[in-house]
């Protein structure tokens, strides 16, 4: 049996990956396949929580919390145990983690070890946590693409044609400074020399 799962930062709508787990694999294989992904720190202790809505089923971890170890439980025992996602800590002392939804699962065995898909959005999760913010993630207000007002300057009716000609005389000023440090610095030689 193969599962789909779908991995998603919490509240970020620009960032998802998609993977194709074999049920035979562990928790374990699925952690290392992320940790190696998606660039996560190696150093860290990890801790997997298996869900049904609000409901915690299990938790796994490196160490026994009562249900097993991530490298003694199979995936498809979660999910046969009614958990439709789990909240993967990557880094549980500063409660990092990734929530990975059950979206689908179809017969076979064509995958044998956790495998990304090409489907895919948006940079790794470190860069979210760095300042970057998908454009679907800006507040409606702020939202603009390259030559287009913004809801804002729409009901502000600010003129985008006086911030042109502003630039352009900058950069006229510009210009006639450079010339100028090019005549200043111009050397002259002797032929003769």
Known sequence: MIYQFRVTLPGIKGFYRIYKVNSANTFYSFHKQLQAD?????????LFKAMSGEEVLARYALVNLGFGMVDEIAVEKAVKAGA???EYFYDTKA???VIITLEGQES???VSVPTLMN???GPLPIEFENGYVAF???PQEKRKLPGEKSALEMLLGADDDEDDED????EDEEDDEDEEEDDETEE???ENE
């Open 38 to 46: 998606l660039e996560f720190p190696a150093d860290q202790p990890i």
């Open 84 to 86: 439709d996602h789990f």
């Open 95 to 97: 409660k990092k983690k």
């Open 108 to 110: 076979g065995n064509e």
């Open 119 to 121: 489907d895919m959005k």
């Open 136 to 138: 679907e993630d800006l």
């Open 167 to 170: 630039l352009e005389d900058e």
């Open 188 to 190: 002259i030689y002797d």
